[in-house]
């Protein structure tokens, strides 16, 4: 069953929970530069990564409502969702590292958070309900070279060669979820719970599950915000391991297209996988955003791997580019570019953030 909505009239009134962190803010503004009709709701508990700055130039809109709570808070997300057709679930503890440090905030956010945010959607009747997840949950694949696809998979598969596609290659919708960290287990958890809610209760809900996020307003303890800040000040620049850990790259704004698009064609009950066709080793990464900043690999300094840390993960993205008629605009290299100049030119952002 797709959307029964008319098309354009889905986003009139939507909730974003989590909307003043990095992918939840950039969600808003594509969500009131979608349709001049729009209004939405941000949720947010303000917690270390949530930050009213982030919602900068969009939150004095007459469009735009902020609410600060917790997705815990049954009774406030009740009387939130009254007002909204659809709902973009995004608030999430989100670092694996701190999720091995303490695990009780992820499981009461991710599993309980979810649950309540489930609860009040079915209450309130809200048309639709998207679980915005991460392909963490699917847990590692087997590692390849990213060289060997240096002009992207799908390009590789265009050539004709002749390699079959399967889940030990890419994640499809279709993989076991095998999460192998807290973060991975909680955010499992809550795509399980999402799910129930829609076989049992009927409640129309769409789970999306996504590679790695980057751009700008994203909280510096992620690689690349990390470095970049570490960079700037003359820091040694940590990577873990042997640095050959791979994932797939997408920007935040080929992210929240992908999300309008699942809310506005996905069927219920679906998932739907989003990633940028742009596997890079971590040790890749922090060169490439060395040599934007023109500076040199001297900086790297290779520390202890981390517990948990998967060795690879890459996106199969073929569900949503048929039948949401989405893809990946943004290229890794353009992407990074505009992000670490971002990050060189917000100071101010960096220091506000990172101090509270």
Request: a negative charge; aromatic letters at 8%.
């Given at each position: ?38 209004h939405v709701t941000t949720l947010d508990a303000l917690t270390y990564a949530g930050h009213l700055e982030n919602l900068s130039g969009v939150l004095d809109s007459p469009r735009h409502k902020f609410v600060r709570g917790d997705v815990c808070d ?194 219920a009950g679906r998932v739907y996988n989003f990633g940028g066709d742009s596997e890079r080793t971590n040790l890749s990464v922090v060169s490439d955003i060395l ?66």
């Amino acid at each position: 069953m797709s959307l029964s909505l008319p098309e354009g009239l889905e986003l009139m009134r939507v909730l974003v929970t989590g909307g003043a962190g990095f992918i939840g803010s950039s969600l808003v503004r594509h969500l009131l530069d979608e349709d001049p009709g729009t209004h939405v709701t941000t949720l947010d508990a303000l917690t270390y990564a949530g930050h009213l700055e982030n919602l900068s130039g969009v939150l004095d809109s007459p469009r735009h409502k902020f609410v600060r709570g917790d997705v815990c808070d049954g009774h406030l997300l009740r009387e939130v969702m009254k007002e909204v057709d659809l709902v973009f679930h995004l608030a999430a503890e989100s670092h694996v590292d701190r999720s091995i440090e303490q695990d009780q905030p992820f499981v009461r956010t991710n599993v309980v958070g979810t649950a309540m945010t489930l609860a009040a959607a079915l209450e309130t009747s809200v048309s639709r309900f998207i679980n915005v997840s991460t392909d963490e949950v699917y847990g590692e694949l087997p590692w390849r070279d990213p060289k060997e696809y240096e002009g992207g998979f799908s390009e590789v598969l265009g050539q004709g060669m002749n390699r079959s596609v399967d889940d030990r290659e890419r994640f499809t919708e279709d993989t076991p979820l095998s999460p192998r960290s807290p973060y991975a287990a909680t955010k499992a958890a809550g795509d399980h719970l999402s799910h129930a809610y829609h076989v049992t209760h009927g409640l129309d809900v769409v789970i999306t599950r996504c590679s790695n996020n980057y751009g700008s307003r994203q909280y510096p303890e992620k690689l690349i915000p990390l470095m970049v800040r570490k960079a700037l000040k003359g820091d040694s620049l940590p990577v873990y391991g042997d640095g050959l850990h791979v994932r797939d790259w997408i920007h935040v704004d080929d992210h929240c297209r992908g999300l309008i698009a699942a809310a506005r064609h996905g069927t219920a009950g679906r998932v739907y996988n989003f990633g940028g066709d742009s596997e890079r080793t971590n040790l890749s990464v922090v060169s490439d955003i060395l040599e934007v900043l023109g500076l040199s690999d001297s900086l790297i300094e290779f520390v202890k791997d981390r517990a948990g840390h998967d060795r690879r993960y890459a996106i199969d993205a073929s569900r949503a580019r048929d039948e949401l008629g989405w893809s990946p605009q943004i290229e890794f290299g353009q992407g990074l570019e505009s992000t670490v100049e971002w990050y060189r030119s917000q100071s101010d952002w960096l220091e506000v953030v990172t101090r509270s």
